[in-house]
């Protein structure tokens, strides 16, 4: 049962995480630091192709993803691609700012990524109650 409460905590943090960045990038302020722009602006001066687009792209990814893992739904699968947003932000966009006020942040939702990884779900999710089994 304690098992089954802590993954539930883990995922309602991740996957509120990812949901909550992923609505502001898609309908809250877009031009915000954090928002869409900000994110397009952040993609732009890595030189990578298409900004605008794989800005978008990771908005929906980060809240499609972030409700799935939110509510335990095909979690092992859901959690994949906000893995890779984290592993990215760490290493392409926030590391040569340092730990503080740089990596710190993406690198605890990584191992909160990871950790989910690791458990799977718990007994407390979609994927429990539809007796769905999805492994690595």
Same mark, same amino acid.
């Given at each position: 049962m304690k098992f089954d409460i802590a993954t539930l905590v883990l995922r309602l943090v991740v996957g509120g995480i990812f949901s909550a960045q992923g609505y502001r990038k898609l309908l809250g302020d877009f031009d915000a630091p954090f928002g869409r722009g900000g994110l397009t602006a952040m993609i732009t001066a890595k030189g990578l192709p298409n900004p605008a687009l794989l800005a978008l792209l990771t908005a929906i990814t980060e809240l499609a993803c972030g409700v799935l893992v939110l509510t335990g739904t095909l979690t092992l699968v859901a959690v994949v691609p906000p893995t890779a947003i984290? *592993?990215? *932000?760490?290493?392409?966009?926030?590391?040569? *700012?340092?730990?503080?006020?740089?990596?710190?942040?993406?690198?605890?939702?990584?191992?909160?990524?990871?950790a989910i990884l690791l458990l799977g779900p718990g007994g407390y999710s979609v994927d429990a109650l539809l007796d769905i089994n999805i492994g690595f």
């Amino acid at each position: 049962m304690k098992f089954d409460i802590a993954t539930l905590v883990l995922r309602l943090v991740v996957g509120g995480i990812f949901s909550a960045q992923g609505y502001r990038k898609l309908l809250g302020d877009f031009d915000a630091p954090f928002g869409r722009g900000g994110l397009t602006a952040m993609i732009t001066a890595k030189g990578l192709p298409n900004p605008a687009l794989l800005a978008l792209l990771t908005a929906i990814t980060e809240l499609a993803c972030g409700v799935l893992v939110l509510t335990g739904t095909l979690t092992l699968v859901a959690v994949v691609p906000p893995t890779a947003i984290m *592993a990215l *932000a760490v290493t392409q966009f926030k590391w040569k *700012a340092g730990f503080y006020g740089g990596w710190d942040w993406p690198f605890s939702v990584l191992g909160g990524c990871v950790a989910i990884l690791l458990l799977g779900p718990g007994g407390y999710s979609v994927d429990a109650l539809l007796d769905i089994n999805i492994g690595f």
